[in-house]
C-alpha cells in the first residue's frame, strides 16, 4: 500500500517527456572505481527506506563497488522511472507492481522490505460504536483514491459480516487528523508511521487488520527493478540487493541504531526522532522478519492471491487500457534469484 496511486500505462509516454533530462536514469556506468546505481523512492525518506540508508551510511555499497544516487520522490512514479529504463531500482508496493506488470510494462519485484501487510483500517480509539468492520456500513471511508481501496474495503468490510456500502472522500490531511475532526469515520493508515503518530499527539487509533478478515497478505514496501536491468547487469544487481539486504538486516536487529543512521542521512525531512525511533522498533519486532524468520523473500502464493483479487475486481487492464479476460500469471511479478541466499 502507499501513499500514491499506480499511473495508468497509458499515461507513461507523457509522464517520460517530463523526465528526459532530469538526474533519475539507468545508467550503470563505471566511474572512478564504482559503478553508479540509481534508486528511485516512492516517498519522502522515511523508516521503510531504512536498509538503503543504512548501507549508505555504513559504506556497504560503496564497498560493493557501489555509487548510489538516490532519486528523491517527485511528479513521476518510481515504477514508470524503473519500467521505462529511468532508474535502476525503485521503492514500490505489491499493488503498483502488480498493475503495471499486468500492463505489460517491464518491472519486476525484486526485495519485499515488509512481509507483513503494512496498513490497516483503523477508527477513533473512542468510537465505542465501532467494534468491527462490519459497524462500517453507511460510515465515511477518507483515502487517497486508489482505485483498489474500495473493492477492498467491501470485501473487509462484508467478511466481517456487513454488507459492504460507505461513502467515500480524499485525504487532504493526515488519517488520524481527518478522523479526529469528524471528517470521517474510518482510514487506512500505517501502523508503523500515521498509527504511531496519532498516539504520540494525543489521538490514539484503533486497528483492524486486513488478515484478520479475509483479505490477502500484501508486500506493503518491496524494491523493484526492470528485466532489462536484471539481465544486462546480474551481478551488480545481486550486489546492491546484497548492501540492501544487510541494511535491513541491520535495522532488524539493531533499530535505535538504525533509526540514528536513518535521521543523520535526513535531518531536515525526519525531525521526530521519537517517532522515528519508536516506528524502527516496531518494523523491526513485527514487519521485517517473515513467521520463519526471513528477510527479503517473496512467495509465488501471495504474488497470485493479490492479483487474483485485482483481476475479480476489474482494476487490471493491459498495455491498450482494456481490462485483462483473464488473471494474469504472477510468475514474472517478482523474483528471488538475486538475493544474497539465492542458489
Known sequence: MSRRTTL??????????????????????????????????DWTPNTNHTGIYVAQQKGWFKDAGIDLKIVPYGSTAPETLVANHKADFGISYQEGVTTARAAG?????????????????????????????????????AGFGAPYEKPLLERVIRNAGGKGGFRQVSLNTSAYAALYAGKADFAMPMPTWEGLEAKLVGKPLKDFRLSDYGFPAIYSTLVASSDRFLHQHPALARAFLAAVDRGYRYAAGHPDRAAGLLVAANRSVLTNTRLVKESERLLAKEYYK???????????????????????????????GRKLTKAPDTTSFFTNAYLPDAK
Open 8 to 41: 495508468p500505462a497509458l499515461a507513461v509516454t507523457a509522464l517520460l517527456a517530463l523526465t528526459t533530462g532530469c538526474s533519475a536514469g539507468s545508467t550503470a556506468a563505471a566511474h572512478e572505481g564504482t559503478t553508479t546505481v540509481t534508486l528511485a523512492l
Open 105 to 141: 510494462q517491464d518491472i519486476t519485484s525484486v526485495y519485499a522490505v515488509t512481509q507483513r501487510t503494512n496498513v490497516t483500517v483503523a477508527v477513533r480509539a473512542d468510537r465505542s460504536d465501532i467494534g468491527s468492520p462490519k459497524d462500517l456500513d453507511g460510515k465515511t471511508y
Open 290 to 320: 517473515g513467521a520463519d524468520g526471513t528477510i527479503g523473500t517473496q512467495s509465488a502464493a501471495r504474488w497470485k492471491a493479490f492479483a487474483d483479487f485485482e483481476y475479480r475486481a476489474g482494476l487490471l487492464t493491459d498495455a491498450n
